[in-house]
């Protein structure tokens, strides 16, 4: 039996949705599933959706990683499971790609963003970084929500632009209130 099923990503306009408790479990059968077809790759949840009762998109992130030299095998992983190459305009190119899904379940269904990134690099590290600050930090956490729902109120509601118009609070809280002092990232 199937726990879900993968179809074609839907692109839509950035909303803001309240926090959804099935994402984290979402996310973990995903990573089962790609690291069961290529052991070789870790999958992390990362994203709003992994920070517990943080709002936002709704999109599911994932940080799937991979160990220098097996990028093709981690295409080819998410390629065989029906995952799709990202569309539209500015993709992320091939050697540091975006794969995108639509993915159902018999409770709803996920639009789903899974990032190759290279394992324990400072792209993975910041991500993870993020991730955990918003985890321990509620007033971060508040502090990015009013962030995001400033940015739809704007009228900006394109996912890229909206992707854009976030990462300037994500920068500055990875290199802290201090200018040039970045905080401690994870080490794996």
């Known amino acids: 039996m199937k726990l879900f099923e993968i179809g074609k990503y839907r692109h839509t306009a950035a909303t803001f949705a309240d926090y ?3 994402a984290p479990v979402m996310a973990q059968l995903l990573a089962h599933a790609i690291e069961q077809r290529e052991p070789r790759l870790v999958v992390e949840h990362i994203g ?3 920070v ?3 709002r936002g998109k709704g999109i599911i992130d994932l940080a799937v ?3 220098d030299g097996d990028l093709d095998p981690a295409k080819s992983a998410l390629d065989a499971l029906e995952f799709q190459r990202q569309s539209g ?3 992320f190119p091939e050697t540091r790609p975006m794969r995108v899904a639509a993915v159902s379940t018999l409770r709803g269904s996920f639009q789903v963003h899974a990032h190759l990134i290279e394992r324990n690099g400072s792209e993975h590290r910041e991500l993870i970084a993020f991730r955990d600050l918003l985890r321990r930090d509620p007033e971060l956490r508040a502090a990015y929500e ?3 729902e400033q940015i739809l109120a704007s009228g900006i509601t394109d996912s890229l632009d909206y992707s854009k118009a976030k990462s300037s609070f994500i920068t500055s809280v990875l290199v802290g209130q201090v200018p040039g002092q970045v905080p401690d990232l994870p080490s794996f």
């Open 48 to 50: 709003s959706t992994a």
């Open 20 to 22: 959804d408790p099935r």
């Open 65 to 67: 990683t991979y160990t």
């Open 52 to 54: 517990p009762g943080c």
């Open 146 to 148: 009013k962030t995001k």
């Open 89 to 91: 305009r500015e993709p």
